[in-house]
């Protein structure tokens, strides 16, 4: 039986205040591992009597953490294949629409942060700090009906090669992938899982090294939690001969594709209590449905000291409208997201209908066993995540990746034409193959090798960052994490917060910090935007108006026999068609709306009768283009968008649009429309619909009607026509 995630409105809202008295005794520095003793090892047998969540918080906060001292590495016997197994083709999945309720099941605004040494320099200290910094961060979160069990969080770091040498000593730093997983707990369920990991990693010629059971206290976790409590296992694969760097992490991306399509396919339900958090060279997730302060006492490997990073991110998640899960805390395998994506349903639907496209030369062509990129049913902070993840994992930079798919407001935006206007041409280029995510957001990201935070282009999420003489550089929800504002004053050399659609980066390999102008320069100047621009989008402003006929083309009574067959009336004649041929805007009503609904009719309408505005699908209000004209636009692009894996000057053809006296219009693809019109026939068809043989279109302005051919507009055949209507607009391919 699931448990529901009871927390009434009230509840959360008020909360936050709360929870942070109540728990602030709990809020304290990482105990030293050297205070430790041993305990045994109780995964796999039945959980202890769950103590009442207020005292086992007191009492997990105060007390002196605990240790494993005994290793529980279990080697494995599965030998890889001599020679890896050829790929056998693999369909392409079909794509899954992306429904409105199964999305708002799954959101989630939280608090997050990163710290980074830029000398690349391992230390334990900076999981301390993560740690302290986290705890801190309990009031972004949120708790169950327990209040003991958190909505989720967790730290992502570099690999502890140092820590894990101590129990597996064989393992080669260069050359193997460390895997940290959440399994069944269920011992069959559990065995079914590691048998699909070890056949994937077999079929792909690796050799698995064996398992490494993580040491956690079990008290610490909230009674809803630990009803859901899942085994966590660290699996250790070595790669191909000389297989290293990013080849190395291609290779295990498609080892985790391989095991989550073998998992759907073979387990079921119980498919989704299996789940890698990640299996890299260089990063490694400890996560799940644990409060801020009790991340470091559940995991014992956090206060070991010698797990020593040179870089961590930290996030505590407040999931809303959604059960929280295990599999759901971040951070996740690229991201830490720190908001919600209202763009969601669009996003997943534009992914899947366009990921059979998706290909690249380093994927050897199995670019089918990565799909489906996206899952409806996970939250929107994940689904984010698959897609950079391909984009880091295929070879674009993470600032890259990121400044793609969360675009900033480039249009009408002073400071940028000023100090990196290169980047308005990257930012048009990939406005034709990306939709951006849109949304609050304050996303913070790490391949491995950079480390950075974005925030999204109306810069409604707070982010500050500082950077320390000793070349540390911090990012936070908010400044005090630490603690140390005052003390730590002198120690600041460099401070600020990120602006809208702005973003930072520290380098670990190079050892630099970049901020927003220079990253945006940067990857701005990678490749040849601006005639990438020039050869891709036709644009309208190119072309010549022509004045409309001075006659019209047919007696009022073919005219109203025409709209009366395409479902047209007298209001939508008068009020919506001629209003907009002579203000050239859109009408503007209440939004008390009593016009009876389309689809329960009894009399026929025309299509777009059958569709709904919706607004922001949270609790955003609606965006309006003209108020807000800095961060939005009704711009649009038409035609195919391509390859978003292989972006170059021939990677797709469209048609942009632009604003005509307040119209949108876009100019179409085959022929030139002189004139600006609006359209009355409102049927929206698709090329090779031999049903609408006899569709009649009528361009309006006004009382008149302009014929098509008189316009000089080219009408080839009626099945290879393309009529899409957007906004009481007509757009022809």
Not at 534 to 553: C, G, H, K, N, W
Not at 567 to 592: I, K, L, N, R
Not at 626 to 652: H, I, K
Request: a negative charge; hydrophobic letters at 40%; glycine letters at 8%.
């Amino acid at each position: 039986m699931e448990l529901s995630h009871h927390r009434s409105a009230g509840n959360a809202l008020g909360s936050g205040l709360q929870r942070s008295v109540k728990h602030a005794a709990a809020i304290v520095p990482p105990v030293h591992a050297s205070h430790s003793r041993p305990t045994p090892n109780i995964v796999g047998q039945a959980a202890p009597q769950a103590l009442k969540p207020r005292r086992s918080a007191k009492k997990a906060g105060l007390a002196p953490s605990k240790h494993v001292a005994a290793a529980s590495w279990i080697c494995n016997a599965v030998q890889p294949a001599v020679e890896p197994q050829m790929a056998e083709a693999v369909d392409m999945p079909m794509p899954v629409v992306a429904d409105l309720e199964t999305i708002l099941q799954e959101r989630d605004a939280c608090g997050v942060g990163f710290i980074a040494n830029l000398k690349s320099i391992r230390s334990h200290t900076i999981v301390e700090q993560a740690l302290l910094a986290l705890g801190c961060m309990e009031h972004r979160g949120a708790c169950s009906a327990d209040d003991d069990s958190g909505d989720g969080a967790g730290l992502m770091t570099q690999i502890p090669w140092k820590l894990l040498k101590q129990e597996v000593p064989q393992i080669n730093e260069a050359t193997t992938g460390v895997g940290m997983m959440l399994l069944p707990n269920d011992d069959a369920l559990e065995a079914q899982a590691k048998a699909i990991l070890e056949e994937a990693v077999s079929a792909e010629g690796l050799k698995l090294l064996g398992y490494r059971q993580v040491p956690v206290t079990h008290e610490v976790v909230g009674r809803f939690a630990k009803a859901t409590q899942p085994r966590i296992w660290q699996v250790f694969i070595e790669g191909k001969p000389g297989q290293t760097g990013d080849d190395l992490e291609r290779q295990l991306f498609i080892v985790r594709k391989l095991v989550e399509r073998a998992k759907q396919a073979q387990m079921g339900a119980a498919a989704e209590d299996f789940y890698i958090c990640t299996l890299s060279n260089r990063t490694i997730v400890y996560k799940g449905m644990l409060r801020s302060v009790v991340v470091g006492q559940f995991y014992k490997d956090l206060v070991n000291p010698d797990f020593e990073t040179a870089f961590a991110i930290y996030h505590r998640r407040f999931s809303t409208n959604t059960t929280p899960k295990w599999p759901l805390a971040q951070p996740m395998r690229v991201l830490g997201h720190n908001g919600e994506i209202n763009t969601l349903q669009g996003n997943l639907n534009w992914i899947a209908s366009r990921q059979t496209e998706l290909e690249h030369p380093v994927w050897a062509g199995r670019e089918a066993q990565l799909m489906p990129l996206c899952n409806a049913a996970e939250s929107d902070s994940a689904n984010l995540d698959h897609v950079a993840e391909l984009l880091v994992r295929t070879g674009f930079d993470p600032q890259e990746a990121l400044m793609l798919l969360v675009p900033e407001a480039f249009r009408n935006h002073p400071d940028l034409m000023k100090e990196y206007s290169e980047v308005v041409d990257f930012y048009e280029f990939f406005e034709g193959l990306q939709e951006g995510w849109d949304g609050p957001a304050l996303l913070v990201f790490s391949d491995g090798k950079r480390v950075g935070a974005r925030l999204d282009r109306n810069g409604l999420r707070p982010a500050r960052f500082w950077r320390t003489a000793d070349d540390t550089i911090y990012v936070a929800s908010e400044v005090g994490v630490l603690g140390d504002v005052i003390s730590n004053a002198s120690n600041i050399v460099a401070k600020g917060r990120l602006g809208p659609g702005q973003m930072v980066c520290a380098d670990l390999e190079s050892g630099s910090f970049a901020e927003n102008a220079a990253i945006s320069k940067a990857m701005a100047t990678k490749q040849p935007y601006k005639q990438w621009v020039e050869q891709s989008v036709r644009r309208l402003e190119d072309l010549s108006p022509t004045a409309f006929p001075a006659e019209t083309a047919m007696d009022s009574a073919t005219m109203l026999r025409l709209q009366a067959a395409n479902g047209m009336g007298a209001e939508d004649a008068q009020m919506v068609v001629e209003g907009m041929a002579q203000a050239g805007v859109e009408p503007t009503y209440c939004m008390g709306d009593d016009i009876p609904l389309a689809v329960l009719s009894d009399k026929p309408h025309i299509l777009y009768n059958y569709f709904k505005q919706r607004f922001a699908q949270v609790t955003n209000p609606p965006i309006d283009p003209l108020r807000e004209g800095l961060v939005m636009s009704l711009e649009m692009r038409l035609g195919g968008r391509g390859n978003l894996l292989q972006p170059g000057a021939d990677t797709y053809r469209q048609v942009k649009s632009f604003r005509y006296q307040g119209v949108p219009v876009v100019a179409p693809s085959k022929g030139v429309v002189s004139g600006i019109v609006s359209l009355i026939a409102a049927t929206a068809f698709v090329r090779g619909c031999t049903g609408l043989q006899q569709l009649i279109f009528l361009l309006v302005v006004g009382s008149r009607v302009a014929s098509p051919v008189a316009e000089g507009l080219h009408v080839p055949d009626r099945n290879d026509i393309n009529v899409v209507q957007y906004r009481g607009c007509c757009w022809i391919m």
